[in-house]
């Protein structure tokens, strides 16, 4: 009798050991994508998955990469809660970034000639900066920017509510 409950007893760990296993299983999720690269495959929205390299939309402290080629040029940061990003930089022309986006690093244009536009409320934490690399390069801000301290280098042409 003791043997039988034994293989009973063992019998049902292992099942309990497997079932547990199988739904770790199912609901792992990818690893945030970092940096994440846009290709805007499936709409303008920042939160859609399918619109980054990865199959995964960027976390709180993603670094993004607008590059050359990509689909939906117009597009939003739409990403829920108070996601920061630690960098964005836009290799590609054509862009206008909407939405909110909190910006704890650099957002640097290295388009090498052309235009790009930030249409969004951006706020810049103590590190965030605006930076465009190319003299035949054009970055337009028309959105609110807030900041601890701004910056302005020479040759800029400012056209911006500047608000603390």
């Known amino acids: 009798m003791n043997i039988r409950r ?5 019998f049902a760990f ?13 609901t792992a999720q990818a690893a945030p994508c970092n940096p994440c690269t846009w290709t805007g495959t499936t709409s303008g929205s920042w939160s859609v998955a399918g619109n980054w390299s990865t199959g995964v939309a960027p976390a709180n402290n993603a670094a993004l990469i607008f590059p050359a080629g990509a689909a939906n040029l117009s597009n939003t940061d739409n990403l829920a809660g108070t996601i ?5 930089t836009i290799s590609g022309g054509g862009y ?5 986006i ?6 640097t244009d290295s388009n ?6 930030i249409t969004a409320a951006v ?9 465009v690399t190319n003299a035949a390069e054009t970055l337009t801000v028309s959105g ?3 900041s601890v301290t701004v910056y302005v280098k020479e040759p800029a042409l400012l056209e911006n509510t500047l608000k603390r």
Do not use: C, E
Request: hydrophobic letters at 55%; charged letters at 5%.
């Open 123 to 131: 706020t810049l934490g103590a590190a965030g900066t605006i930076s």
């Open 112 to 117: 090498s000639s052309g235009s790009n536009a």
């Open 84 to 88: 920061h990003i630690t960098g964005i």
């Open 14 to 26: 292992a099942f309990v050991a497997i079932a547990i296993a199988s739904v770790g299983v199912l």
């Open 96 to 100: 206008s970034l909407g939405g909110t």
């Open 144 to 146: 609110l920017v807030r």
């Open 102 to 107: 909190k910006l704890n690093g650099t957002l």
């Open 6 to 10: 034994a293989l009973i007893f063992a």
